[in-house]
């Protein structure tokens, strides 16, 4: 099969497209799945590190790549003619971390640095190396049918086979009190009757979470491990995302453990913190949809003359975040309508909705005016919730008198169509959001007639905003398609408009009201 040869400018922006190619490569190679993510992981990595280090005062210069066949391997060189520019302790250790990462991936690695720029050549030998297995195992889809302390236990008891040791512990980092706490074991460890603790920076254990590097040890600890005959041990920390999730600690009673141990062993460890944080992720990702949508109207009151709708989607990139809507009776007739969007997203951001959305209604019951309740908000959000910003708009509707009494936190003002002229914005002055602790200065209040047949939309900004174009752009076409129709229809046309086929980055809240004829 012909090498893979290319040449061109290290940016950024390319050596997405060149991993896709190594990939295309490798499968055209017939290279076993677990293989092409090797090679096209450390190929990326190696361009990833010219592309931030070799030229920075330069400009872009080259970057060469050739991935052929040689001698019963897959090798890769990637050059540049760059001289290296590696200056602060953040940047040597995360150079560190590259080429730790490309060594874990090949089975030989050579960096050989020159005047004339620098090489690394990557080698991965095609059969069942002992890497490649380790590798086969832990990535075996079979265990996607497990739970997750299922997986945590069939991983571990894999990695106490595959290095032939006696005993193998994750022990998982409590943030809360800077612990980490054995959470699954196997071997000698298995039966033990209480969970052990072990502060960050204290034992072998402690040290490897701080140091955030494999490493190994004589000094036994815990006694227990002593006592049982353990007299070696090796550690990887587990990490996701940059952050650390725990310490995979293996022992052997008979064996010392070397540089290869070392890189198994963080192998494992990687996709153990995997694992943990998918685990983790889809916990907190069923409990936020859960919390949201017990906060969101099961359904809309309905009122003479007055119609309302509501829709929420969750955002494609953020998932289910802080936004929502509510319609609640107030004395005299009148009806109280909310629609906020809370910094943030995920569990934290659902949780800081759902104490606003609960005080809001409070402070409505025993206050006629938006801008008090909103002003109220404000101070309870910046005494009890520190850090929170969030955008609100309030607004009481007088039914019978065909008018609405609006006050805006921060929050995007409200489209309102008559019958016969196109979607105009209410012209409501908008005040800071609320978290930002108001004080010596009153919140504004807007009154707006709605005539019979008209038409008011509240919504949250992930329904108009777009990465790839301005707001306004968004803005302008929410005034062409918001009609003086009936609430469902409206709903139904901007979610099929501004939401289906164009997923949004942002969760989207939406409230319609029309008054009927």
């Not at 512990?169 to 298995?190: I, N």
């Not at 070696?232 to 310490?247: C, N, Q």
């Amino acid at each position: 099969m012909d090498p893979l040869r290319w040449r061109g400018l290290a940016k950024a922006e390319q050596i997405s497209g060149i991993r896709r190619s190594v990939e295309d490569w490798c499968e055209r190679a017939g290279l076993p799945v677990d293989l092409v993510q090797m090679v096209s992981l450390a190929v990326y990595e190696a361009m990833a590190n010219v592309v931030e280090h070799a030229y920075r005062d330069d400009g872009p210069g080259a970057l060469e790549l050739d991935l052929r066949h040689e001698g019963g391997a897959v090798a890769a060189m990637v050059g540049d003619e760059g001289h290296w520019h590696v200056t602060t302790p953040a940047e040597q250790r995360h150079r560190g971390r590259g080429l730790a990462l490309i060594e874990r991936l090949a089975e030989q690695v050579t960096v050989m640095p020159s005047p004339q720029g620098t090489t690394v050549r990557m080698r991965w030998p095609i059969g069942p190396s002992a890497r490649l297995r380790f590798l086969e195992a832990m990535a075996d889809t079979e265990l996607a049918r497990l739970d997750a302390d299922e997986v945590l236990r069939e991983l571990l008891s894999r990695v106490r086979d595959l290095l032939s040791v006696d005993t193998a512990t994750v022990l998982l980092h409590d943030h809360a009190g800077d612990h980490l706490v054995a959470a699954v074991a196997v071997g000698l460890e298995r039966d033990g009757s209480r969970p052990v603790r072990v502060p960050l920076a204290e034992g072998f254990a402690g040290l490897v979470a701080v140091e955030r590097v494999a490493m190994t040890t004589s000094q036994v600890d815990p006694p227990s491990l002593l006592a049982n005959g353990i007299r070696d041990l090796a550690a990887a920390p587990m990490i996701a995302d940059g952050a650390l999730v725990g310490v995979l600690r293996v022992g052997a009673r008979d064996r010392a453990f070397g540089d290869e141990d070392l890189a198994l062993l963080q192998i494992a460890a990687d996709r153990l913190a995997l694992a943990v944080q998918a685990h983790a992720s889809n916990a907190e990702s069923a409990a936020t949809t859960a919390l949201q949508r017990s906060l969101l109207p099961s359904s809309l009151p309905a009122i003479a003359g007055l119609d309302f709708a509501g829709r929420y989607a969750p955002g494609a990139e953020l998932g289910v975040g802080g936004d929502w809507y509510d319609v609640f009776p107030l004395a005299h007739g009148r009806i109280g309508i909310v629609i906020g969007d809370v910094a943030g997203h995920g569990f934290p951001a659902a949780v800081v909705m759902g104490r606003l959305r609960s005080a809001l209604r409070a402070y409505a019951l025993d206050n006629d005016d938006p801008e008090v309740v909103l002003d109220k908000l404000d101070r309870k959000a910046s005494h009890f919730e520190a850090g929170v910003m969030a955008t609100v708009a309030y607004a009481v509707v007088e039914p019978a008198a065909g008018r609405l009494t609006l006050c805006l936190a921060g929050h995007l003002r409200p489209v309102l169509a008559v019958p016969g002229l196109r979607g105009e914005f209410v012209d409501a002055p908008i005040d800071p959001p609320i978290g930002f602790a108001l004080r010596g200065r009153s919140r504004r209040t807007h009154i707006v007639d709605i005539p019979p047949g008209a038409t008011v939309c509240f919504y949250t900004d992930g329904l108009v905003e777009r990465r790839d174009r301005p707001i306004d752009v968004g803005l302008s076409e929410l005034l062409d398609a918001v009609a003086a129709v009936p609430s469902e229809s409206v709903c139904a046309e901007l979610m099929a408009e501004f939401v289906s086929g164009q997923p949004t980055a942002d969760d989207v809240a939406l409230l319609v009201m029309h008054r009927t004829g």
